[in-house]
């Protein structure tokens, strides 16, 4: 298909993307939200900071067992994040070597500006992840 074949997106068109876009945009960041505040255990406070520093979902506890270290295997990674393991001591020791800023919030839950947490990733979560093909699909139609 080459340029001159696509249909062309009338002004009318374009707006109702964008508000679409933005509404799935802010609902997302929602669902996020909800997601940190309801992850009352360690396991479930990890699996939500993990996905947030960690977007790729097929390579994540592979990249985990490398950037982790400690004789830590990849299904060990995975048996956590699909709740059918508990954190062990040596994974929570790992996880607060490489990331000392979120050891608190792991741990406890309590989010404030001494004690980082996933909110302040959350921006940089959407940035990367969150731009649908659609919205690839319709900026190469806005270049046209």
């Keep these: 298909m080459i340029a001159q074949d696509l249909p062309v997106l ?6 109702a993307f964008l508000e679409q876009y933005t509404l799935s945009l802010a609902q997302k960041r929602q669902k996020l939200m909800l997601q940190i505040e309801m992850a009352g255990t360690v396991e479930k406070r990890f699996a939500v900071l993990m996905t947030l520093l960690y977007p790729e979902k097929f390579t994540r506890c592979r990249v985990l067992q ?20 508990p954190l062990s001591q040596p ?25 980082k947490g996933p909110r302040s ?3 940089a979560y959407m940035a990367v992840c969150e731009r649908p093909g659609v919205k690839r699909l319709f900026d190469a139609y806005s270049q046209l």
């Design 66 to 85: 490398k950037d982790m270290g400690a004789g830590i295997t990849s299904a060990r990674w995975r048996g956590v994040f699909a709740y059918a393991a």
């Design 121 to 123: 990733l959350i921006d």
């Design 10 to 15: 009338t002004a009318q068109m374009r707006e």
């Design 91 to 115: 994974m929570i020791e790992a996880l607060n070597r490489a990331y000392p800023q979120y050891g608190a919030w792991l741990a406890t839950g309590i989010e404030n500006e001494e004690q």
